[in-house]
């Protein structure tokens, strides 16, 4: 688990690969090791240590019962999220951010909503009734609402926490993240402001080694948090992801 967090395991990922010294955000000064050929290193004794302090809140977090929402919207860890969040049974957001998502829960629930009737339609043979023309436009509305809010379909309230894979591309979530007061936990390279995020893991958050090792370390927390879980809590969450 967390505790068993290998230095050499996270330089053997490219953990510790920064961006270009030009690039840098000077807030990153802390987690950086040193500079070479002209990219910062970030210490990766500083990632341990963060990785560590982010799973023991992550934890406490699922174990009372709430969700962590992953977002990840880049090519490279789309696939990874998607799988790692499915691994313990958490939302994510893979595809565009739908703005509001956080602040405007209420528009994007009727969405899944809709979705869900769609889904009642053809189970009660009501599709079958519509003419040809509008049988394709439910269809694609149905394609377009699976593709951006499937993956949070069962998410029915604000989540406990959000995990974010590059908080630059990612602006937006954070932004409403913080506006609710949601805790922030996300991979922060050297290019990017620290400052907006509650648990700052910094990391390489390009490679798709470096995205896999800190999720696995992350997911693994989850499920120690998840088994943590009174009765209580296990029936609570149930209740809101019907």
Do not use: C
């Not at 992550?58 to 696939?79: E, P």
């Not at 869900?116 to 439910?138: C, H, N, Y």
């Not at 591309?169 to 932004?175: M, Q, S, Y």
């Amino acid at each position: 688990m967390a505790n068993n967090i290998e230095v050499k395991d996270l330089l053997e990922a490219g953990v510790h690969f920064g961006h270009l010294t030009r690039k840098w955000n000077p807030n990153m000064a802390p987690y950086i090791y040193m500079e070479r050929n002209g990219i910062h290193v970030i210490n990766l004794y500083k990632t341990a240590a963060k990785i560590e302090e982010a799973n023991e809140a992550l934890k406490k977090i699922v174990a009372s019962g709430r969700r962590v929402l992953f977002v990840a919207t880049k090519k490279q860890a789309k696939d990874i999220v998607a799988e790692k969040a499915t691994s313990v049974k958490m939302p994510y957001i893979t595809e565009r951010w739908p703005g509001g998502m956080l602040t405007n829960f209420v528009t994007i629930r009727k969405a899944v909503k809709k979705m869900a009737s769609i889904d009642k339609m053809k189970k009660d043979g009501t599709f079958e009734t519509l003419s040809k023309r509008e049988k394709l436009q439910v269809e694609r509305l149905r394609e377009k609402l699976e593709k951006n809010l499937g993956s949070i379909a069962d998410m029915t309230r604000l989540p406990g926490a959000l995990f974010v894979v590059d908080t630059m591309r990612e602006h937006i979530a954070v932004k409403e993240a913080r506006k609710l007061n949601i805790p922030i936990f996300a991979m922060v390279d050297t290019n990017s402001d620290p400052r907006d995020v509650d648990y700052v893991i910094p990391a390489n958050d390009d490679a798709s080694k470096s995205i896999e090792k800190i999720l696995t370390y992350v997911t693994e927390a989850i499920n120690e948090g998840l088994s943590q879980r009174t009765p209580d809590q296990k029936e609570k969450d149930a209740e809101t992801a019907e």
